[in-house]
């Protein structure tokens, strides 16, 4: 099968490389210097809907498995559809439940599933109401969100009433703005296949939005992922299944949502029980990057499977996986990029881009037990490897247990060098005690 993934993340290099592993033939548009060394790169921005239909009908692309928010929510999967293209992904009208918060919140409160309690302010109409609301608030603990796309950088928490009335403001100047109680509990990512007929839960995941070590500091994309999660039980599961994720299938039916692809619950699980906290359309990042090590079906067939309307159950082995983000210095504010990037003393087994990219092994275990998997990355006409973006690298170890998934994890952090690379130190530690 010929597949093409939309992106240049660290997230579409996992994809290519779980792809690449079912040997089918691989392209990324526009990719990073990752996905150029598993398969092939196109040139073509993920905004480019009419370019990215050509490329698939000049290549025979069988499938388009699309991984950033923003083509989707600008209607790259109508576009592929109208041209007879297959596509994994969510059209313009269901990726609505990610790109507007303001109205993925009025279809949660409509369906009955458990959110955190909220208010909507609307944009265009000055900042008044919200700064009454926010004077009778008291000095509690609250969270502010930008309704529309932000790249996991439009959340503010705070029980600073000046520091929320500033940010506050900003965001109605432009955009709706959700004030939501803040929620004390575990927070988990949960994955569904989906298709119009059903969907099936994928292993979750944890990711830690933070920035700084003990969750402290600004909100970020990611910071770090791992998975499984022991406090996931089978309890739990079934209660978010039962109270946030069938409710949500149900009303997307009802409303004319339902797709074929994947739909990311944010939840919390708090002592009252579990809260939605958003909806995604596509897979995480850093998530993903942790998750795809662990998922033994073929990633080409199961995604083929389900853009064909059928529904195969996804298989997860045992290992424990925890993956590092490592970012560029002032990430998540503002950062430098295309700074050089060396990998040090890694050994020979470290080939960057390759699929075989496990740079130290278990005894008994032929896997690799670390990938580095790349963002935005590019090379220069010398072959040198630079930065791209803010989170450059995510350092995924994997493990028969925990230990040995975070020593895995961050042994392979270490060697990844560039001017000012920084990583949290405590990936897992809130999940796993240590
Ligand atoms: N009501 C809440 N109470 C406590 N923490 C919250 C609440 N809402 C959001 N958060 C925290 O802020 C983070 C970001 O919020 P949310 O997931 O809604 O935003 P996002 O920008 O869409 O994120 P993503 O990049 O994952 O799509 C959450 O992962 C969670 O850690
Ligand atoms: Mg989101």
Same mark, same amino acid.
């Given at each position: 099968?010929?597949?093409?993934?939309?992106?240049?993340? /660290?997230?579409?290099?996992?994809?290519?490389?779980?792809?690449?592993?079912?040997?089918?033939?691989?392209?990324?548009?526009?990719?990073? @210097?990752?996905?150029?060394?598993?398969?092939?790169?196109?040139?073509?921005?993920?905004?480019?809907?009419?370019?990215?239909?050509?490329?698939?009908?000049?290549?025979?692309?069988?499938?388009?498995?699309?991984?950033?928010?923003? /083509?989707?929510?600008?209607?790259?999967?109508?576009?592929?559809?109208? @041209?007879?293209?297959?596509?994994?992904?969510?059209?313009?009208?269901?990726?609505?439940?990610?790109?507007?918060?303001?109205?993925?919140? $009025?279809?949660?409160?409509?369906? &009955?599933?458990?959110?955190?309690?909220?208010?909507?302010?609307?944009?265009?109409?000055?900042? /008044?109401?919200?700064?009454?609301?926010?004077?009778?608030?008291?000095?509690?603990?609250?969270?502010?969100?930008?309704?529309?796309?932000?790249?996991?950088?439009?959340?503010?928490?705070?029980?600073?009433? @000046?520091?929320?009335?500033?940010?506050?403001?900003?965001?109605?100047?432009?955009?709706?703005?959700?004030?939501?109680?803040?929620?004390?509990?575990?927070?988990?990512?949960?994955?569904?296949?989906?298709?119009?007929?059903?969907?099936?839960?994928?292993?979750?995941?944890?990711?830690?939005?933070?920035?700084?070590?003990?969750?402290?500091?600004?909100?970020? &994309?990611?910071?770090?992922?791992?998975?499984?999660?022991?406090?996931?039980?089978?309890?739990?599961?079934?209660?978010?299944?039962?109270?946030?994720?069938?409710?949500?299938?149900?009303?997307? $039916?009802?409303?004319?949502?339902?797709?074929?692809?994947?739909?990311?619950? &944010?939840?919390?699980?708090?002592?009252?029980?579990?809260?939605?906290?958003?909806?995604?359309?596509?897979?995480?990042?850093?998530?993903?990057?942790?998750?795809?090590?662990?998922?033994?079906?073929?990633?080409?067939?199961?995604?083929?499977?389900?853009?064909?309307?059928?529904?195969?159950?996804?298989?997860?082995?045992?290992?424990?996986?925890?993956?590092?983000?490592?970012?560029?210095?002032?990430?998540?504010?503002?950062?430098?990029?295309?700074?050089?990037?060396?990998?040090?003393?890694?050994?020979?087994?470290?080939?960057?881009?390759?699929?075989?990219?496990?740079?130290?092994?278990?005894?008994?275990?032929?896997?690799?037990?670390?990938?580095?998997?790349? $963002?935005?990355?590019?090379?220069?006409?010398?072959?040198?490897?630079?930065?791209?973006?803010?989170?450059?690298?995510?350092?995924?170890?994997?493990?028969?247990?925990?230990? $040995? @998934?975070?020593?895995?994890?961050?042994?392979?952090?270490?060697?990844?060098?560039?001017?000012? /690379?920084?990583?949290?130190?405590?990936?897992?530690?809130?999940?796993?005690?240590?």
């Amino acid at each position: 099968m010929k597949l093409l993934v939309i992106g240049n993340g /660290a997230r579409e290099h996992a994809l290519v490389w779980a792809a690449s592993k079912g040997r089918h033939s691989v392209f990324c548009a526009p990719g990073n @210097a990752g996905t150029a060394g598993l398969g092939r790169n196109l040139p073509i921005d993920p905004l480019n809907a009419l370019a990215i239909v050509s490329a698939c009908r000049e290549l025979g692309i069988d499938l388009v498995v699309v991984g950033p928010e923003h /083509a989707l929510a600008a209607g790259l999967v109508d576009a592929l559809e109208a @041209a007879g293209i297959r596509a994994f992904g969510p059209n313009k009208k269901a990726a609505v439940l990610e790109s507007s918060k303001a109205i993925a919140r $009025a279809f949660s409160e409509r369906h &009955g599933i458990p959110c955190a309690q909220t208010t909507l302010f609307s944009p265009g109409t000055g900042s /008044a109401d919200f700064f009454r609301w926010l004077d009778a608030q008291q000095g509690r603990r609250i969270v502010l969100k930008k309704s529309g796309l932000a790249a996991g950088k439009g959340v503010m928490e705070s029980d600073d009433p @000046a520091e929320l009335r500033a940010f506050g403001e900003a965001v109605l100047a432009a955009d709706g703005l959700l004030a939501e109680e803040f929620l004390i509990g575990q927070e988990l990512s949960v994955f569904a296949l989906c298709t119009e007929g059903g969907y099936r839960l994928l292993d979750p995941a944890a990711d830690h939005k933070k920035a700084l070590v003990g969750d402290q500091g600004a909100n970020t &994309g990611g910071m770090g992922a791992v998975s499984p999660l022991p406090f996931a039980t089978k309890e739990l599961m079934a209660r978010i299944d039962r109270e946030i994720v069938g409710p949500t299938f149900k009303g997307m $039916a009802a409303e004319s949502l339902a797709y074929r692809g994947i739909l990311f619950f &944010g939840v919390m699980a708090t002592a009252d029980g579990p809260r939605l906290l958003e909806y995604n359309v596509r897979m995480g990042d850093p998530e993903t990057q942790s998750l795809l090590p662990r998922l033994e079906n073929d990633l080409g067939e199961l995604c083929f499977e389900v853009s064909a309307g059928r529904l195969p159950v996804p298989r997860f082995s045992s290992r424990v996986s925890c993956g590092v983000v490592i970012a560029a210095p002032g990430y998540p504010i503002s950062y430098p990029r295309g700074l050089p990037v060396e990998i040090r003393d890694a050994g020979p087994e470290l080939a960057l881009g390759k699929p075989e990219a496990g740079f130290c092994t278990m005894p008994g275990d032929s896997a690799a037990c670390a990938l580095l998997f790349q $963002a935005a990355t590019g090379r220069d006409p010398d072959g040198g490897l630079r930065t791209g973006g803010g989170r450059c690298f995510t350092a995924v170890g994997l493990g028969q247990d925990w230990a $040995a @998934a975070q020593a895995n994890a961050y042994g392979l952090a270490s060697h990844v060098h560039f001017e000012g /690379a920084w990583y949290r130190t405590d990936i897992g530690a809130k999940i796993y005690g240590k």
